[in-house]
Nanobody, 122 residues
Framework: QVQLVESGGGLVQAGGSLRLSCAAS????????MCWYGQAPGTQRELVAG???????SYADSVKGRFTISRDNAKNTVYLQMNSLKPEDTAVYYC????????????????WGQGTQVTVSS
């Protein structure tokens, strides 16, 4: 059974930095797309940043130049470096990873982390 474990959230002042981590473990035969979503209170979950297996990245306009997504394929881990944080970045952040979880198929299944709270005070 594949599990995603997130860490790194917390409370930080505006202008500060945090680094989120999401480690996948279990029956993993391959990982493709890895990404981070953010969900502020009363809003829908929105894509913040994504990275494919080859390393190409994409970002929401609101975080470009401030957030950096990266991955360590050997550790099945994705990171989100969050710099110059703003109060409007306050949200629960979820990682989402496409995992090939069986050796008998090349189908990739999306898994979610449990979420980690990021709170930015003004």
């Amino acid at each position: 059974q594949v599990q995603l474990v997130e860490s790194g959230g917390g409370l930080v002042q505006a202008g500060g930095s945090l680094r989120l981590s999401c480690a996948a473990s279990g029956g993993i035969f391959g990982i493709n797309f890895m990404c981070w979503y953010g969900q502020a209170p009363g809003t829908q979950r929105e894509l913040v940043a994504g990275i494919i297996s080859g390393g190409s990245t994409s970002y929401a306009d609101s975080v470009k130049g401030r957030f950096t997504i990266s991955r360590d394929n050997a550790k099945n881990t994705v990171y989100l470096q969050m710099n110059s944080l703003k109060p409007e970045d306050t949200a629960v952040y979820y990682c989402n990873v496409d995992v090939r979880d069986t050796s008998s198929s090349y189908f990739y299944r999306a898994y979610w982390g449990q979420g980690t709270q990021v709170t930015v005070s003004s």
